[in-house]
């Protein structure tokens, strides 16, 4: 390994300001400037009549120049443009350090004719401020003061109530800045703003809308009084010592990224790229990255947060410090397990990956593979038929297989209630029921006759049972146990319960040192019992990453029932990072009257309604596309892709950063053939990777954990949203959690989308929609 004579380090947007068809020469460059700065061809050059007199510029091919600074024994890699672009950005640009809390900034003076300029350069901020002062001056003049106040509008501005003086004065946002923050008309408005502004006062102030405490933000920004020393005003770039101080402060992490060697280097060009989520992470998640635990750990946040980012780091942070350590993380389906583990080798190529569950390394899986191998292992000993016992009442030393309890179309469980009689009402025998009643109270309580079932408290269930229900409920548990003895078979919920069991039978010693959940609202009892028992209690033991709204999959659960205490340990993140805020508005709308509260499912008596969930983007708003008729909705669909392959071909972006998401796998199979006859080409996805240069057609639950640059819903429609399962709806509870359910799965379809959102429908709208009004208000 070797330290090269100029560390690099590397602009938060320095990835966002060149095409991605000319990423392998910026990174053959970037390499080139990492071993020697004196190599042929690179042809560094300082700017005359520069802003900054340590701007200077690299070759990157004929046509491309990298723009970047100077600072001694380090480069500050500031970004990439067009040969003639590159001349007039360096001219025009510099680094300064803020005086008041010693953080640095790349800044620009004057606008350029630079392709996609990224933030207001000082210029721009002065001409803002002064045509907004002449607005209201013009205001006033025309309106009566009677009429001076404002329109209330359905999405305020959240800074509206602090003072310019407040967010100049005491984090030191530029004035300019202050002044329109505060006086923004909406919270689009404001965020639109601010994605001009950019760097760490952009940051601030995000951070400042969800609900984050003034002086928390000026702490977490603050750089040091001995970098803030050495600051400057606008318009003069500050002294090298003070900016070198800055930018590798680890305060500056969220901004800039520096590579001190070799192995830095293989990092950070792991995928190729320079992904923003490898390399710049928001304080907030940096802080749960490395936030030392004893007992369990529950981050929530919305969708787009970065929860499964933090999870991400967290396990490698892990390995990192201890490469003996059993890593176990886990996710709810085959295609979110394989995602994580390619973003875990994405983020450290070198990081040791476990064989086997249970040896030094990371494994990443479900809890029903956990469960497999645990069984797997346990094969033919005493415990495995001591724990078979213990849960389902029957044991064998061989390990069992495995057999669906799907509670709709073919289920054991239509036999078993056969044995009911008449005892339940008609709307309680229902696979559904049973299917619920066994998850939620049989199998947690290893109740194995009917007197322990006709005593089992039944905490949170919707229906109360008499005494001779109760023994009607429990005739048909015991005919479908007998089934899976005759059979030799168990369901994934009686393996997870078993597996839970035979792990508690060796020791205390589980399979693992850290366990990590992801998506872990969707699991049901019996896995958490599994996922305590994976792990003793100690260091780090268990983290959990999940979101309530996205809950598609299971039913509410108080973790503190299965032995994991989650009261006083649980955060959350509130700024989104992949959505635009016009999106993520719509996806909140859907959630109206149906989103619950995860701390008040644990007992846990927060105040947060200070806090706000917002988007660090703005866009344009969801398109909306009634239809006449399904023939129509069709045509409307091929019309509106048609446009937006042409729109991506002409901005060099691949057509399968486009994503079409259906409720049903009939209606993916149905849009994927009509599409085809309009001249769409498209790709279902089932359990297959998204394939490469076709837009993907995929139900709602398989979007589950991806994204797309544009996103359309089809058939949001009355008849397809919210689809209630016969037999789903057996009690006023059941009915409010499969409603949920249904809202939660709108909302994680309205989140994929990164920029637009589109969503048609025929004849009637889904009532889970937001109104026409609603949407552009």
């Given at each position: ?20 068809s ?120 025309e ?104 930018v ?37 998640q ?30 490698v ?39 086997q ?7 990443v ?12 292992e ?48 008609a ?25 322990a ?41 009686e ?17 693992a ?30 983290f ?14 108080v ?51 200070h ?37 991506l ?7 399968s ?69 016969p ?51």
């Amino acid at each position: 390994m070797t330290t090269p004579d100029k560390q690099l380090i590397l602009d938060r947007g320095f990835a966002d300001s060149y095409d991605k068809s000319i990423a392998g020469k910026v990174t053959a460059t970037i390499e080139k400037l990492h071993k020697d700065t004196t190599t042929n061809g690179l042809h560094i050059e300082p700017i005359r009549n520069s802003a900054d007199d340590r701007v200077r510029t690299a070759r990157v091919d004929q046509f491309h120049r990298m723009v970047m600074f100077d600072l001694g024994g380090f480069l500050l890699l500031y970004g990439v443009y067009a040969h003639d672009d590159a001349y007039e950005v360096a001219a025009k640009t510099y680094v300064r350090v803020n005086p008041m809390n010693g953080a640095a900034e790349i800044r620009r003076m004057e606008p350029t004719s630079a392709r996609g300029e990224r933030h207001y350069t000082d210029a721009e901020l002065k001409a803002l401020v002064e045509a907004r002062a002449a607005e209201m001056v013009a205001l006033q003049q025309e309106q009566p003061a009677a009429s001076s106040n404002p329109t209330p509008t359905t999405s305020p501005n959240p800074l509206g109530t602090f003072s310019r003086e407040e967010l100049a004065g005491q984090l030191g946002v530029d004035e300019p800045v202050a002044e329109v923050a505060v006086s923004a008309e909406s919270d689009d408005e404001l965020v639109a703003f601010l994605g001009r502004v950019g760097g760490w006062q952009g940051d601030a102030l995000l951070d400042l809308a969800t609900g984050t405490p003034l002086e928390e933000v000026r702490e977490r920004y603050a750089a040091g009084e001995d970098t803030a020393a050495g600051g400057t005003e606008v318009g003069v770039p500050s002294g090298t010592d003070a900016v070198v101080r800055a930018v590798t402060t680890p305060r500056a992490a969220s901004r800039f990224h520096l590579i001190e060697d070799d192995a830095a280097l293989e990092k950070a060009l792991a995928s190729g790229d320079f992904e923003a989520w490898r390399l710049f992470l928001h304080p907030d998640q940096q802080e749960y990255v490395d936030k030392r635990t004893y007992g369990p750990f529950r981050l929530s946040g919305g969708a787009g947060t970065g929860k499964t980012v933090v999870l991400v780091h967290r396990a490698v942070r892990l390995a990192r410090e201890n490469p003996g350590a059993r890593i176990l993380v886990v996710s709810y389906t085959r295609n979110l397990v394989d995602m994580i583990a390619q973003q875990i080798r994405s983020l450290d190529p070198g990081v040791r990956m476990a064989g086997q569950l249970g040896q030094p390394g990371i494994s990443v899986m479900t809890l029903d593979q956990v469960a497999h191998r645990v069984l797997s292992e346990a094969n033919g000993s005493a415990a495995l038929s001591e724990a078979m016992e213990e849960v389902v009442g029957w044991g064998v030393k061989r390990t069992p297989g495995y057999r669906n309890s799907g509670a709709y179309g073919v289920s054991p469980w239509d036999e078993a209630i056969e044995a009911v009689g008449s005892e339940l009402p008609a709307r309680l025998a229902v696979p559904a029921f049973f299917q619920s009643e066994y998850q939620e109270v049989v199998l947690p309580g290893h109740i194995t006759d009917e007197r322990a079932y006709l005593r089992a408290p039944r905490v949170g269930r919707g229906t109360r049972l008499g005494r001779n229900q109760r023994r009607a409920v429990w005739a048909a548990v015991q005919r479908y146990r007998a089934e899976g003895l005759a059979s030799q078979a168990i369901d994934w919920d009686e393996a997870a319960a078993v597996a839970a069991a035979v792990l508690h039978r060796s020791g205390g010693i589980g399979v693992a040192d850290h366990v990590l959940i992801d998506e872990g609202q969707d699991f049901t009892p019996t896995r958490w019992l599994l996922a305590r028992a994976c792990v003793p209690e100690g260091p780090d033991d268990l983290f959990i990453a999940e979101d309530s709204n996205q809950r598609i999959y299971g039913q509410r659960i108080v973790l503190g029932h299965f032995g994991i205490k989650v009261v006083g340990r649980s955060r959350r993140l509130r700024l989104n990072y992949r959505t635009t805020e016009q999106n993520l508005d719509l996806a909140l709308k859907v959630l109206e009257g149906g989103a619950y509260n995860l701390d008040e499912v644990e007992d846990e008596q927060l105040d947060h309604s200070h806090e706000r969930y917002i988007s660090s983007r703005s866009g344009p708003a969801p398109v909306l596309l009634p239809a006449r008729d399904l023939a129509h909705e069709y045509e409307l669909a091929a019309r509106l892709l048609k446009q937006w392959l042409s729109e991506l071909s002409e901005d060099g972006l691949a057509a399968s950063t486009l994503g079409i998401l259906t409720r049903t796998k009939r209606e993916r199979d149905a849009l994927v053939r009509t599409l085809g006859e309009h001249g769409v080409p498209v790709a279902p996805v089932d359990t297959q990777d998204i394939p490469a240069g076709t837009p993907a057609v995929m139900t709602l639950h398989r979007a589950k954990g991806t994204e797309f640059s544009r996103v359309l819903l089809f058939e949001v429609s009355e008849s397809a949203i919210p689809k209630f399962f016969p037999g789903s709806q057996y009690d006023e509870k059941a009915h409010q959690d499969s409603a949920l359910r249904e809202r939660s799965l709108l909302y994680v379809g309205a989140t994929r989308a990164r920029d637009v959102l589109a969503i048609s429908w025929s004849k009637k709208a889904s009532p889970f929609l937001p109104t026409v009004d609603e949407v552009h208000a």
